[in-house]
């Protein structure tokens, strides 16, 4: 049925080839950051089922070029966030994991667990501890040990000044 086909053609463009290179490019430049970034990278096929799943079709084959842009804002949104998690987890999730549980535990001990989340908007646009560099959690960490010093000293000298 040569004239269906042609019929449902006509009512879809598809995207043509320089469109697919430039998708699968992008694709590529996913792959590469989840092998930096994620523990189990992913490869390229469950990219483009991503991909696929995202613009409710069966193969990038039969991406609409009405809906070209919307296939090259998801593969670039995931870029950019594979971008910032490989730039902020730069040392490593051990070292992260460690500063996050000194930051949480100080701030517990000295009974100010809510301060954290106020920290962060003032100084960082409420991003998480996740999203930020490793200069600026190690920046909490020394701001959070030096409310660690400060209430101590300050039990040092209610202590003595009561003696």
């Known amino acids: ?5 042609h019929a449902f053609q006509a009512e879809t463009p598809r995207i043509g080839d320089v469109q697919k290179r430039h998708l699968s ?4 430049e996913v792959a590469s950051l989840c092998s930096r970034v994620e523990h189990k990278p992913r490869s390229y096929g469950p990219i483009w089922a991503a991909l696929c799943s995202e613009l409710c079709i069966i193969s990038y084959h039969l991406i609409p070029m009405e809906s070209y842009e ?3 804002d ?3 949104q995931w870029r950019r966030s594979l971008d910032a998690r490989a730039a902020v987890g730069s040392k490593g ?3 992260r994991e460690g500063r996050y549980l000194f930051i949480c535990s100080v701030l517990t001990q000295i009974g100010q667990q809510d301060e954290l989340p106020q ?7 409420g991003r998480s501890p996740q999203e930020l560099y490793d200069h600026e959690l190690d920046e909490i960490c ?3 040990a030096q409310k660690k010093r400060l209430f101590l000293a300050k039990i040092a000298s209610e202590y003595y000044s009561a003696c």
């Open 142 to 144: 020394r701001l959070v």
């Open 93 to 95: 999730r051990e070292w």
């Open 1 to 5: 049925m040569p004239g269906v086909q």
């Open 119 to 125: 920290l962060l908007e003032r100084r960082y646009d």
């Open 74 to 76: 998801f593969l670039e």
């Open 25 to 28: 490019r992008l694709v590529a």
């Open 70 to 72: 919307l296939a090259v």
